[in-house]
């Protein structure tokens, strides 16, 4: 390993998997040293694209790592989490952190036991079209999130919920600044046997009502987030890469896409 970086590892290599072999292999502070799937050919296959070793156990890539992406179904979170953790070595987790809240705390405990950094790849609440938003929020009295995509085979171990209205349930909470007072929820299964469409609403102790719908049974992908306030009101489309503010005066954009600027829209590659 070459001295001031970090070697770092990724456990699970399927669709979602492999990208962050890609996005480890380019980095310069990393040096990639394997990467780790139940499935050996697989992993041999990810390994050959990004030049570093191939393993069919987690824990012999563990064992020689300072880091590591977690991104297996999320039923094997815990045992994934718990096996880097209870090494001393730092995790970066794809969401949901796990299957139950139980199990979530679990993961938290053992990272706050070992002292190493726990990270779940909430990566939305970091999108720049978020980050530009919420510089501009004042007192909002309604959200309005869109998230649905077309059927796909991955993700299916947990419900819509957890696979895909969680970006937005997150990003609400990094940009709300008051507690949840209620909330009311309806879904459906329709292709699995999970809840596969569903609307939530949350209503805040300051008045704040946000409308959360999220689908993975729709034709196309949607990925929208609208903001109402008493001057104005806000909106981004992810998929896009536009955010506008609206006002009496008529619209304002936010993010200058021709420029190079655009909100980072990593599910419009890969839907998450």
């Given amino acids: 390993m070459q001295a001031n970086r970090l070697a770092v590892g990724v456990v699970g290599v399927g669709y979602l998997g492999r990208f962050h072999a890609l996005i480890h292999a380019r980095h310069p502070d990393v040096e990639l040293i394997g990467v780790a799937d139940t499935d050996l050919d697989t992993a041999r296959k990810v390994a050959a ?31 994934v989490a718990r096996l880097c953790l209870d090494r001393g070595i730092h995790v970066l987790l794809e969401k949901p952190i796990a299957a139950t809240v139980g199990q979530g705390r679990e993961i938290v405990e053992a ?3 070992a002292g190493v950094i726990l990270q779940i790849g909430h990566l939305e609440r970091f999108n720049a079209g978020v980050m530009t938003l919420a510089g501009r929020i004042h007192s909002p009295r309604f959200i309005e999130a869109h998230r649905m995509s077309p059927f796909l085979a991955r993700a299916t171990d947990v419900d819509v919920i957890s696979d895909l209205m969680i970006h937005d349930i ?37 008045g704040l009502v946000a409308n959360l719908t999220a689908s993975r049974v729709s034709r196309e992908p949607v990925r929208k987030m609208r903001i109402f306030q008493d001057d104005a009101y806000l909106s981004c ?12 005066t008529g619209a304002v954009p936010l993010v200058d896409t021709h420029a190079g600027g655009g909100v980072a829209a990593p599910s419009a590659a890969r839907p998450s």
């Fill in 49 to 79: 694209e990004v030049g570093c070793e191939a393993f069919s156990d987690a824990a012999d890539l563990v064992a020689r790592v300072e880091a590591v992406s977690i991104v297996v179904p999320t039923t094997a979170h815990l045992a």
């Fill in 111 to 113: 990272a706050e036991r």
């Fill in 170 to 206: 997150d990003i609400v909470l990094s940009l709300i600044d008051s507690d949840i007072a209620h909330i009311s929820a309806a879904g459906t299964a329709v292709l699995t046997k999970h809840v596969d469409i569903a609307n939530a609403r949350l209503e805040f102790d300051d």
């Fill in 237 to 248: 489309d992810f998929l896009k890469r536009s955010a506008e503010m609206y006002k009496r």
